[in-house]
């Protein structure tokens, strides 16, 4: 099994399912890339748990204002309405449920709904952070990630092996190969790519997936 999408074409699918005028928090790295796909007609309203909502695409290289940066330390733009906040405002927003959507990568994805985007050990970080806060907090938690990992192991499994950041918290995956929701404790399949069979696709899932019916087409552009 060779096709997969790419990491650009996993954040555009993943940024058709966000509605016009919705708060969003993106995770750092691999998430970010979503804001760069906001359907024609749509605007999200984004939110860094560094204290900025509403700001704007990355500055031109070389145009950076190293004063306004989001949460993974990259340089942003402003828009008209962009507001500023104490860090502390920031994540009161998260805690009081004024996030629409939360958009976060991942190790590990349990068929329950449970989260490991974090990990101790040489190449960890110290804690968790805010993602902790993001997915109790956000009215709606979506997974973007590769289906498997470098060597081939389930990242979507029936238990996390890892630190949990929350526990039932995910509702869809967007993968490198599918579009999976979590419903009930079972992985359910919506999307596949059109190249993939059903069976080829639970091989490389750590869990049973639930085919409730016909399975729609994953279709992306090239980018």
Sequence with gaps: MTAKLTATQIAWR?????????????????????????????????????????????PAAGEEDWDLINAGKKAVTLKPGTAFFHH???????????????????????????????STGPKGVPAVGGAMDLVHGAKRVAVITDHVTKDGKPK????????????????????????????????VLVEKLPSLSVEELQAVTGA????????????????
């Design 156 to 187: 979507l499994v029936k238990r996390c092996s890892l630190p949990l950041t929350g526990v039932g918290c995910v509702t869809r995956v967007y993968t490198s190969l599918a579009v999976i929701d979590i419903e009930g404790g079972r992985f």
């Design 88 to 118: 502390a405002d920031s994540f009161s927003m998260v805690r009081g449920g004024h996030l629409d959507v939360a958009i976060l990568g991942a190790y590990e994805v349990a068929e329950t709904g449970d989260l490991a985007n974090w």
């Design 14 to 58: 993943a940024a058709q399912d966000i509605t016009d005028g919705a708060y969003v928090n993106l995770g750092i790295g691999f998430p970010e890339m979503v804001a760069r796909f906001q359907p024609p007609g749509r605007e999200a309203i984004f939110h860094t748990e560094n204290g900025i909502l509403g700001f704007g695409e990355a």
């Design 208 to 223: 049973e997936l639930l085919v409730p019916g016909a399975v729609a087409d994953l279709v992306v552009p090239e980018l």
